[in-house]
């Protein structure tokens, strides 16, 4: 994919989490515009609007008001248009069931957020390589969802283990 830029659409509703967010594009190489929309029915909203042009990808909170994010990403693979919008999921959580049912439900990619910023950044970018280097697609050009072994994005402590693409970072 060689793009000059590349659109993202964050949906959640904790202020410093999109603080963070928004810190950690400014390293990107690409330029990146960000919508931020802190609840789900304003995610469904803004996606569902025919006038409004899909993002590249969706950064999707777990838990927000109103309408959470496993009913926003349920609905969107019901639909027509959103079905096939890649969202990676961003949450607190790490729970196995969670991440089963969030892989199930046909999510690209499941992020647990860290709690210090510079492996915070370190993930986001590295989810956003992914995204820009181009990802696998099928026959009519879907993007397919990596195995589950490549499902969980993470950022791990180590001195000395290399970066398998796609899964896992590691900090030293």
Do not use: W
């Amino acid at each position: 994919m060689n793009l000059k830029q590349l659109n993202i659409l964050l949906a959640d509703d904790d202020a410093d989490d999109c603080f963070f967010f928004r810190k950690a594009l400014e390293v990107f190489p690409l330029s990146t515009p960000l919508v931020v929309v802190h609840d789900g029915e304003q995610l469904m909203q803004l996606l569902s609007n025919e006038a409004n042009e899909l993002p590249d990808v969706l950064f999707l909170d777990l838990n927000m008001p109103r309408k959470n994010g496993f009913e926003c990403l349920s609905e969107m693979r019901l639909s027509e248009k959103l079905k096939h919008l890649p969202v990676i999921v961003f949450s607190t959580s790490f729970e196995q069931e969670v991440i089963n049912q969030l892989y199930l439900n046909g999510a690209l990619y499941f992020i647990r957020k860290p709690s210090e910023f510079s492996q915070y950044k370190k993930i986001i970018i590295h989810a956003l390589t992914l995204i820009a280097e181009g990802l696998p697609v099928d026959a009519n050009g879907n993007i397919l969802q990596p195995v589950k072994e490549k499902f969980v994005l993470t950022v791990q402590n180590s001195e000395d283990q290399s970066t398998p693409s796609g899964t896992t970072i590691k900090e030293k």
